[in-house]
């Protein structure tokens, strides 16, 4: 207990300093360290010391036992444990030095929990925004300005919710903590419950004359314009967070963040897996058979491809960097091009007897058959059917 800070200096108060006097030391403190507002290194440990100190000093009982104990009696180290009964016995250390069944059914019901000081800054929400993306879009990347209703700081109370030239008071009834305590004594100690205060519904301040744009609350719903980076490689359902986009904080807490969710429409031609691109190429069965010079579509443009002769459905060929983006990688995927090979569903007659010479030449036995398509024959001759 040596190395702590003592509560009033870490405050900045003196110790006969009034209850409002460590209040407002407290949430100037609170609103310097807060985690959501100050990045240092030390300022969620400035903000937990001063948190620990505000819960001590802001408490009559344990304030008490702190200027009498120090930091051993702030935490239970002393006193209180002799109650009704005889049994001071458990207070002792029959659990571990704690403060025994007292502060059991206070850990349970409240009674000794801490309780957030309803005037700290408190971030706002996250929102969410989903964009519709073209397939090419997603593949190159785009700059786009979005539109959607937030919360926002009301410009003309700027957030305090009151009128302007009035001030929110300290609510008389909870004096500003936002809860109210009831006490009850038992024969294990004192039992003790929380409940919001009904006069200002937990916020711990009153307002007598109400802003007239925002009718108190602080905070507007208004319509909100971003201009947002997509990058090239974004994939279907990738998203990327706009920190301080989302909904306006209550006590002057920060922005919350928005994050654009995106929907990538499928392509009538593409298919993609992450950086690669998969295209299916339908050619006939002469080029297959004798090889052809095809024009291949990406979504760079068309590719000259070499299909060399007896090429078989299912081949498929690399376009190098013919893909997409990495996405926060570098340099850019292929295409892959699966050849299908199309067999005619119907011929004429000087082409059937074309390939009644091809069979004839090639040793190739074929048993034509008047009701069966086309299509079955031919498949019999590149079979190989006898």
């Known amino acids: 207990m040596a190395d702590k800070k003592d509560y009033y200096d870490v405050l900045g108060v003196s110790r006969d300093a009034s209850a409002d006097e460590i209040k407002r030391a407290y949430r100037k403190l609170s609103k310097k360290y807060h985690p959501d507002i100050n990045d240092a290194e030390d300022a ?17 009982q344990k304030r008490q036992q702190y200027d009498q104990f120090g930091h051993a009696g702030a935490q239970g180290g002393f006193g209180g444990g002799q109650g009704a009964g005889g049994y001071g016995g458990f207070n002792a250390g029959g659990f571990g030095g704690g403060g025994g069944f007292e502060d059991i059914f206070n850990t349970f019901f409240g009674g000794g929990s801490a309780t957030r000081d309803p ?77 919001t205060c009904d006069q200002c519904g937990g916020t711990g301040k009153e307002i007598k004359e109400k802003c007239q744009d925002c009718h108190g609350a602080g905070r507007r719903r208004e319509t909100h314009s971003v201009k947002v980076t997509i990058p090239a490689g974004i994939e279907d359902g990738n ?63 068309n590719v000259s491809l070499k299909i060399p002769a007896g090429t078989q459905t299912g081949t498929t060929f690399r376009l190098k960097g013919k893909g997409a983006p990495r996405l926060n990688g570098s340099g850019t995927g292929n295409q892959q091009v699966k050849v299908k090979v199309e067999i005619p569903k119907k011929l004429t007659k000087e082409q059937a007897e074309i390939l009644r010479q091809f069979a004839d030449v090639s040793d190739i036995q074929v048993k034509e058959q008047a009701d069966d398509s086309f299509f079955n024959k031919v498949k019999d001759v590149f079979r190989g059917d006898k």
Do not use: W
Request: charged share 20%.
């Open 44 to 60: 969620n440990e400035k903000f937990k010391e001063a948190t620990e100190a505000y819960e001590t000093l802001s408490n009559d």
């Open 119 to 195: 005037n700290a800054p408190v971030q706002g929400d996250d929102l969410q925004y989903t964009m519709d993306l073209e397939f090419e879009e997603a593949v190159f990347g785009k700059e786009e300005t979005i539109h959607y209703k937030r919360d926002e700081t009301c410009s003309t109370c700027t957030g305090s919710g009151a009128k302007p030239g009035t001030d929110p008071q300290t609510c008389s009834k909870c004096r500003g903590s936002g809860t109210m305590t009831s006490a009850q004594q038992t024969a294990f100690g004192t039992f003790q419950t929380q409940t």
């Open 239 to 301: 998203q990327i967070r706009l920190q301080g986009q989302g909904n306006a904080g209550e006590n002057d807490g920060p922005y919350g963040d928005l994050y654009v969710v995106f929907n990538v429409k499928p392509s009538s031609q593409f298919v993609r897996r992450g950086s690669e691109i998969y295209y299916e190429m339908p050619i006939n069965f002469v080029q297959a058979t004798l090889g052809d010079d095809v024009q291949i579509p990406t979504v760079h443009g």
